[in-house]
């Protein structure tokens, strides 16, 4: 069964209930207020009876006739009979309604009681004056208020305007109800198609229920197909930093490989070391590609190792000189202490080429690259120096947002996740980079990380 008719049908029900209650409760006040009001009626009628009648009999200049006329304006429902009595039992007046057209006129507006039900009584009040009997006046009346004409007819129209109301309050409410449960179901409807929507990832854009708890649900799938959009954001940019983080060291093997073919790099044990540093960094990435392209994990977990910091530094510029001489820019270690530090290699040396790499790409021939260290008890600066196109203030400030690229970057192959990539390494292994650039006065991007982790 559809929420529709379900609706339909508790909401008839409900409305069913609830008016006859009401009539019955409403009926049964209004009918005994009337009662009460007839019977204070009658009451007041038959004091007003004895008045007159001992009035008429006191005197004696009022004719029959007169007496009678006076005597049948107080036959209202439910008097039928009025008859006076002298002292010594004459009558004096006899006035009653027609009863028979009465009786027919009842029957028809109550066939369901038997003949006869209608029964009356007499209420006999003996008239005196000083004491002294004058005469007595008999008034017949039906022997229930409720049995009068008046009150059957009233309870006959109440019977009738409470069954009239119920019709015309149950017509309303089927078409309130009607309306309301169209637009539940269209709602309902339109709630549906929306998950549907957002499960094939179609762009869906419905206007908001009315209804509260159906609205909560739409928020609910709006704020879901939100947060899908942002998993598939970075899931996006998991794989671009996947990508990227791949071509560096690609890149270096290939010119190495390049070189010992045209015969310009001999195939020495110090390159050969350089480009099996450069597939054990593409080995780290495919091992960590299940985390990469997991969209619940902040980070890939870190693999804390000591090394000594020079040894890297010199196997990193070692991998990248060759294509620093091809374009002629001098790339140069300015330090050469030996450091040990424990920090992930990997995150390090990831950050480090990427940094490097982007030197590579806006400084022109000519032009020179420095990498400078020092450490202290706690932490290890290094400095990558260049003489390239530099950094304007206003472009310093999103230089590591992902997919950013700057004024003079547009023209320039890659995806800006480089620099993103190093600040979210960095952070990882609890360093920090910060860049001092001007244009056309090159860049300085200072790096601090702990000496242990």
């Known amino acids: 069964m559809t929420i529709?008719?379900?609706?339909?049908?508790?909401?008839?029900?409900?409305?069913?209930?609830?008016?006859?209650?009401?009539?019955?409760?409403?009926?049964?006040?209004?009918?005994?207020?009337?009662?009460?009001?007839?019977?204070?009626?009658?009451?007041?009628?038959?004091?007003?009876?004895?008045?007159?009648?001992?009035?008429?009999?006191?005197?004696?200049?009022?004719?029959?006739?007169?007496?009678?006329?006076?005597?049948?304006?107080?036959?209202?429902?439910?008097?039928?009979?009025?008859?006076?009595?002298?002292?010594?039992?004459?009558?004096?007046?006899?006035?009653?309604?027609?009863?028979?057209?009465?009786?027919?006129?009842?029957?028809?507006?109550?066939?369901?009681?038997?003949?006869?039900?209608?029964?009356?009584?007499?209420?006999?009040?003996?008239?005196?004056?000083?004491?002294?009997?004058?005469?007595?006046?008999?008034?017949t009346h039906y022997s229930s208020i409720g049995d009068s004409l008046t009150s059957m007819m009233f309870r006959s129209a109440l019977i009738r305007t409470s069954l009239l109301s119920f019709v015309i309050v149950l017509a309303l409410l089927i078409i309130i109800g009607l309306f309301v449960s169209r637009r539940l179901s269209r709602d309902l409807r339109n709630t549906s198609s929306m998950a549907l929507n957002i499960d094939l990832g179609n762009q869906v854009d419905i206007p908001l229920s009315k209804i509260r708890e159906v609205r909560i649900i739409q928020q609910s799938l709006k704020e879901l197909k939100s947060r899908l959009k942002l998993k598939q954001k970075g899931r996006k940019r998991l794989l671009d930093e996947m990508v990227h983080q791949t071509r560096t060291p690609l890149t270096i093997l290939k010119t190495h490989l390049e070189g010992f073919q045209d015969g310009v790099i001999d195939l020495t044990p110090e390159e050969i070391k350089t480009c099996e540093m450069q597939i054990e960094n593409i080995s780290s990435i495919i091992s960590n590609m299940s985390g990469l392209l997991d969209t619940e994990r902040k980070a890939s977990p870190l693999r804390v190792e000591a090394f000594e910091f020079s040894h890297l530094l010199r196997r990193i510029i070692a991998g990248l000189k060759l294509q620093f001489d091809q374009k002629q820019v001098a790339l140069s270690l300015m330090s050469h202490e030996k450091i040990m530090i424990k920090t992930d290699l990997y995150k390090l040396s990831q950050s480090i080429y990427n940094i490097l790499t982007n030197a590579y790409k806006f400084t022109q021939p000519g032009s020179k690259v420095e990498v400078f260290f020092q450490a202290d008890e706690k932490m290890l600066t290094i400095e990558i120096r260049d003489t390239g196109a530099g950094i304007s203030p206003k472009e310093q400030q999103h230089l590591f947002e992902a997919y950013y690229k700057g004024s003079n970057a547009q023209t320039v192959p890659g995806e800006g996740l480089g620099l993103y990539v190093v600040k979210q390494n960095l952070e990882q292994i609890g360093g920090t980079i910060r860049v001092a650039s001007a244009p056309g006065k090159g860049s300085n991007f200072i790096i601090r990380i702990p000496m242990t982790i």
């Not at 049948?72 to 006076?84: E, G, K, M, Q, W």
């Not at 004096?92 to 027609?98: G, L, P, R």
């Not at 039900?117 to 005196?128: A, G, I, P």
């Open 4 to 139: 529709r008719r379900q609706w339909l049908i508790m909401l008839t029900l409900t409305a069913v209930l609830a008016i006859v209650v009401n009539t019955l409760i409403f009926s049964s006040l209004i009918n005994r207020y009337f009662q009460t009001y007839t019977t204070s009626e009658y009451n007041k009628s038959l004091s007003q009876i004895k008045s007159f009648s001992k009035i008429a009999l006191s005197q004696n200049n009022m004719t029959t006739r007169q007496i009678e006329a006076q005597l049948a304006s107080y036959l209202n429902d439910p008097v039928t009979r009025i008859t006076l009595y002298k002292a010594d039992g004459s009558v004096i007046a006899n006035v009653s309604n027609d009863i028979s057209s009465m009786n027919n006129m009842m029957s028809g507006m109550m066939r369901h009681r038997a003949p006869g039900t209608f029964s009356q009584e007499v209420d006999r009040t003996e008239l005196k004056e000083s004491g002294i009997s004058i005469g007595t006046v008999n008034v």
